[in-house]
């Protein structure tokens, strides 16, 4: 077992895991959110491909492009789902259905080839899937107004677009050092058609730069999702990368001011975690009364 490939896997946990959090703190609307990441994204391209120079055919090239667009689109769709249900609620949805798309991607493209490692990873899958619901779990006693219907179908879309972000590069065999400057070129492509379309407007603006610097988070655990992928397989190194759900839904807790209802909490603890109260009895989750 290639130690060193399944540690860069887990990169991407803590720096997917900060970007909702940030981009969240920082402001912006979805597109202007989405502009500043690929605005971060290029410039990490731009070095890498100096330091790297990989050699390009039209194919690699037209191919990472829209693997780059069809991020845009799971990106926008993210972080609308985010203004929908907010991060500790719409992140566990989004991750959890992008491990679960990502995953079937990677056993059709002939991963997961023999019957128990299909037996393994369709019982973690099943349990991802049980962890989503109770991650997401709302109770409705603080009067907050969430907006289900809109919040789910948005992330279906996005689940979508990241899905095939990485699925398109992992059918073509193209490796993350090549892709990353096309990539972001599609991303920044996609965005202004996605806005310009949908939203009569061009992301070009302050807080779109100000979000720059999550562009620079992204990238870094973007090329580690990457790499290991080719070394590990899309469908272990994706669903490693979003573990990030345990980032995100703390980050928006205890960063973005998000409440968690002491029943929301307990449906955890009394699941997964009836010894923590033990350790740590002094945790809360901002519980709201």
């Avoid at 399944?6 to 989405?34: D, H, M, R």
């Avoid at 391209?45 to 100096?50: E, K, P, S």
């Avoid at 610097?213 to 990368?241: E, F, T």
Wanted: hydrophobic letters at 50%.
């Amino acid at each position: 077992m290639d130690i060193t490939s399944y540690l860069i896997a887990c990169i991407p946990i803590l720096s997917f895991g900060l970007i909702p959090v940030v981009a969240t703190w920082l402001g912006g609307k979805p597109v202007e959110q989405s502009m500043g990441i690929s605005f971060g994204s290029l410039l990490f391209a731009l070095v890498v491909f100096f330091i790297k120079k990989p050699d390009f055919t039209t194919a690699i090239f037209l191919f990472s492009m829209l693997s780059g667009v069809f991020w845009a689109i799971g990106s926008i769709g993210q972080f609308m789902g985010i203004q929908y249900l907010g991060v500790a609620k719409s992140m566990p949805v989004s991750n959890g259905g992008q491990i679960i798309g990502t995953s079937l991607v990677g056993v059709l493209l002939g991963e997961w080839v023999t019957s128990q490692s299909k037996i393994f990873g369709f019982t973690a899958l099943a349990l991802i899937i049980v962890g989503i619901v109770f991650t997401s779990y709302r109770d409705n006693k603080d009067g907050t107004k969430i907006q289900w219907g809109k919040g789910l179908l948005i992330n279906l879309v996005s689940v979508i677009g990241f899905t095939c972000y990485v699925g398109i590069l992992k059918y073509k065999n193209i490796d993350g050092w090549t892709s990353i400057l096309p990539q972001s070129l599609g991303q920044i492509a996609g965005i202004i058609l996605i806005s310009l379309l949908f939203f009569r407007l061009l992301p070009v603006n302050k807080p779109a730069l100000k979000n720059g610097v999550v562009g620079i988070i992204w990238a870094v655990g973007n090329l580690a999702l990457l790499v290991s992928q080719a070394k590990i397989g899309l469908a272990v190194a994706y669903p490693v990368s979003q573990a990030v759900v345990i980032i995100s839904v703390l980050g928006g807790v205890f960063i973005n001011k998000e409440t968690k209802s002491r029943k929301e909490v307990d449906l955890y603890h009394n699941r997964y975690g009836h010894y923590s109260r033990r350790i740590i009895p002094d945790l809360s989750l901002q519980y709201s009364r």
